[in-house]
T-cell receptor, first 114, second 116 residues
């Protein structure tokens, strides 16, 4: 079975600091895509960043970057210069090229403190 | 704004009733997915349609059904509603091209269903 594990149910960080959210996954497939989605209090699901498994270079989007370790099946999200607007639930997810439904972790609730 | 629209935003109904949730995908996207998110829970995949045909099925109850129309919008029908069906229902869409980055799913704002 394909699973995603987010081991940190809750985290907090001071404004302007850096925080890293952990994610591990399990799949027997070799070709897949990994995602981080953000769900703020409005409960909208917003795509934060995407990583193709065949790419060794870690993806970055402005203040957001990932550390993708394929052998370890690890996909952590680093948020730099944290802002109050980053307060949200963050979900790690992946999808294989064979099965299209996203598999989600249970999420990490991040609070950015002023 | 993801480009995916969902109506209605909120729905309050009683047990035993039937409701229909509607989703319009992003322009050009052929795949539509439905997910259920209960309170403080992750997202559970319900069903996927691609260009009008069912492509994948997840943990969808028999009381629930869906379809995708020729104009690519989709409807999720929930019948014989129970208290436990109260949740946020998301629709997502993607280009539907397997094996490409166009498989990225973009989510609508969701429909909040409350069953009393």
């Amino acid at each position: 079975a394909q699973t995603v594990t987010q081991s940190q149910p809750e985290m907090s960080v001071q404004e302007a600091e850096t925080v890293t959210l952990s994610c591990t996954y399990d799949t027997s497939e070799n070709n897949y895509y990994l995602f981080w989605y953000k769900q703020p209090p409005s409960r909208q699901m917003i795509l934060v960043i995407r990583q193709e498994a065949y790419k060794q270079q870690n993806a970055t989007e402005n203040r957001f970057s990932v550390n993708f370790q394929k052998a370890a099946k690890s996909f952590s999200l680093k948020i730099s210069d944290s802002q109050l607007g980053d307060t949200a639930m963050y979900f790690c997810a992946f999808i294989t090229i064979k099965n299209t439904p996203l598999v989600f972790g249970k999420g990490t609730r991040l609070s950015v403190i002023a | 704004d993801s480009g995916v629209t969902q109506t209605p935003k909120h729905l309050i109904t009683a047990t035993g009733q039937r409701v229909t949730l509607r989703c319009s995908p992003r322009s050009g996207d052929l795949s539509v997915y439905w997910y259920q998110q209960s309170l403080d829970q992750g997202l559970q995949f319900l069903i996927q349609y691609y260009n009008g045909e069912e492509r994948a099925k997840g943990n969808i109850l028999e009381r629930f059904s869906a379809q995708q129309f020729p104009d690519l919008h989709s409807e999720l029908n929930l019948s014989s509603l129970e208290l436990g069906d109260s949740a946020l229902y998301f629709c997502a869409s993607s280009a539907g091209l397997l094996g490409t980055k166009q498989e990225t799913q973009y989510f609508g704002p969701g429909t909040r269903l409350l069953v009393l």
